[in-house]
């Protein structure tokens, strides 16, 4: 699996490059912090009304979608009237503008406010959504149209919003375009039931080849006033282009090669230990990095797949009998070469997508979809690629260094979690505190959530004490001081003492010689003899050292099948080469003397060997008063 790791590193490395940032970075300057006409201080990042956003509308928008002239005002381009926002973005397609609505009457109001409140506007829920048609009821933005199945929901800051609504998409001039906001704006097509407007628009950009997918979001929460958010993904949907890219390819074929030997290998060891082959750490960490690599696909076969009718944006179906769309939507995270497998397909399917929706330009191409399942892509690739590398921890553990390391964490990892639960406590206790004594004027503390990060940061420095003692004068400096010194001088010195005392316990071992076996050192020491042995320049070794060590090896297989785990083997195996060594130094015949001298540091190896007999002797008294009730 290091192997197919390497590779897979490779693959994840060539999906992204520097060109995104950039690319995110240009779109946003010019449609988020672009000035509006006549405020040279509010742009589309800090506008609050429903006048600013028209005026964003006719304005940095309008101007940032129609590149068609150069800076001296000569033609620049003549290909099917696109627009090529900073000369080099193509525009695919128009864009689109959407709204969702809400009912009146969706809330109740209390007895004594009703003849006052006619109508009541309650926050935005799919059973609240208004359906119906409204204002000038011609077009399709006065009409209603419905989501796709497949369509993904977008989470904003005060809910959770679904595809459809009342929509309506822009022209290739801009001044037909400009006639529209004009006409929009006058017939009040946003109202106090508006809860979001979205601003779709898709670039392509040949020199880099990426495609920028931008959703502008506009929401009107029940509370008044405007929240504007965005989104920029530049992502890689053309993969295969460049001679780097085909390389990339030839990765990506050699890693599903390692994965379906990986697999194979974790079966025959599955098989072979059964259940104790969960009772080690690294082998859950050997499935988590399956159960990863076959999650990070997944999403992909979800682009294309729909439930027993096939590819419905591509009018493709797959010739599949209903009983095979059953087994791969519940069984589709069991065998990750089946996903691999589908992710090629759909990488075919993509292709044939984009085909379709370059041939018309006229329509709003809806790369939103794609962009959004590729980027949940990239972030499982991100997870997997994460514990990929904190696997190489069981690689170098002939590193003393990273020995000690792992034997420090793995020794106090009880202490830690006992401390865990104590902290935890004391820190959902501030944070509650903090939520709802500040909540309502700071916000830091606004939600929950945002009050735990919160106190994430003032551990770390980063906090506003004027804010909350603003907010409250007295319980502010109480829940700042008291915070500090209970969490930062208190806790955190807790923490960090339990790791400094086991790491003494852990360099004490190590200075007398308790050092667990190095796992790739004695591969690479034994290949390195196997070598010399064959080359004949190193006698081989006497059988019965070989009989020995066979017959150790056969005993530590045989106690993995009977079910004792990895450290109570290494243990035994430790044991027995530390008392070994003692037994060597302190009681050879080669001592003449009844009475020898003993320096400091041989009377601390002692009382060590004294105190892990002591263990080993409770241990096996256990064991046998187990048995002897068995027996009973």
């Not at 601003?199 to 506009?218: G, K």
Request: hydrophobic share 45%; glycine share 4%; aromatic share 18%.
């Amino acid at each position: 699996m290091a192997d197919a790791t390497w590779w897979y590193r490779g693959v994840t490395f060539g999906m992204v490059n520097p060109h995104m940032y950039y690319l995110n970075k240009v779109m946003s300057s010019l449609f988020v912090d672009t000035s509006l006409p006549s405020d040279e201080r509010s742009s589309f990042r800090s506008i609050r009304s429903i006048a600013d956003f028209w005026k964003f509308m006719e304005g940095p928008l309008l101007e940032g979608l129609y590149w068609d002239s150069w800076y001296n005002s000569q033609q620049l381009y003549n290909l099917k009237n696109s627009s090529r926002i900073y000369y080099e973005n193509i525009l695919l397609g128009v864009p689109r503008v959407r709204q969702l609505r809400v009912r009146n009457n969706t809330c109740k109001v209390y007895s004594a406010f009703q003849s006052l409140v006619s109508d009541c506007y309650d926050k935005y829920t799919a059973e609240n959504e208004d359906l119906s048609d409204f204002g000038l009821k011609s077009d399709t933005e006065w009409k209603y149209s419905p989501s796709p199945a497949n369509a993904p929901w977008h989470w904003g800051f005060v809910g959770v919003y679904r595809d459809g609504g009342y929509i309506f998409t822009l022209s290739k001039s801009k001044s037909e375009t400009q006639a529209k906001f004009a006409d929009l704006r006058l017939h009040s097509w946003i109202t106090r039931g508006t809860r979001v407007v979205f601003i779709d628009f898709s670039v392509y950009n040949a020199n880099v080849n990426l495609f920028c997918i931008v959703r502008l979001v506009a929401e009107f929460p029940a509370t008044g006033g405007l929240l504007t958010s965005w989104q920029f993904y530049s992502v890689k949907l053309l993969r295969y282009v460049t001679h780097y890219d085909y390389f990339i390819a030839s990765c990506e074929i050699i890693f599903c090669i390692f994965l379906f030997v990986f697999i194979t290998q974790e079966l025959r060891k599955l098989n072979e230990f059964k259940f104790a082959y969960f009772k080690s750490v690294w082998n859950w960490l050997e499935m988590l990095l399956l159960a990863g690599f076959s999650v990070a696909l997944e999403p992909v076969l979800e682009l294309a797949l729909v439930d027993q009718v096939g590819l419905e944006l591509t009018e493709i179906r797959l010739p599949l009998p209903p009983e095979c769309w059953e087994v791969v939507r519940h069984h589709r995270r069991v065998l990750c070469f089946l996903a691999v497998s589908f992710y090629a397909y759909c990488n075919l399917q993509s292709f044939i997508l984009l085909g379709r929706l370059l041939k018309n330009t006229e329509n709003y191409p809806d790369f939103y979809f794609l962009a959004y399942w590729q980027i949940y892509y990239n972030n499982m690739i991100a997870i997997t690629i994460f514990f990929a590398w904190i696997k190489i921890f069981k690689f170098i553990s002939f590193n003393e260094t990273m020995s000690q390391l792992s034997s420090t964490l793995s020794r106090c990892m009880k202490d830690i979690v006992g401390f865990a639960v104590m902290f935890f406590i004391i820190f959902s206790a501030y944070a509650q505190l903090g939520f709802l004594v500040f909540g309502s004027q700071v916000d830091d503390f606004s939600t929950f959530q945002n009050s735990i990060f919160a106190q994430f940061r003032i551990v770390l420095g980063d906090f506003n004490f004027a804010g909350i003692q603003q907010a409250n004068w007295i319980l502010g400096p109480i829940y700042f001081i008291t915070f500090i010194f209970f969490v930062f001088f208190v806790l955190l010195n807790m923490f960090l003492a339990i790791i400094n005392d086991t790491y003494s316990e852990v360099k004490a071992d190590y200075s007398i010689g308790r050092r667990p076996d190095f796992e790739l050192g004695k591969i690479i020491k034994k290949s390195y003899l196997n070598v010399l042995e064959k080359l004949r320049l190193k006698k081989a070794q006497d059988n019965e050292d070989k009989k020995t060590r066979k017959t150790t090896g056969e005993l530590a297989q045989q106690a993995r099948k009977e079910g004792f785990n990895e450290s109570e083997i290494q243990g035994a195996e430790q044991m027995k080469t530390w008392k070994e060594r003692l037994e060597k130094k302190y009681y050879s015949t080669d001592l003449q003397d009844d009475y020898q001298p003993v320096t400091q540091q041989e009377f601390r190896e002692l009382f060590l060997y004294a105190v892990e007999l002591e263990k080993e002797l409770h241990y096996i008294s256990l064991k046998l008063n187990q048995v002897m009730r068995k027996l009973q």
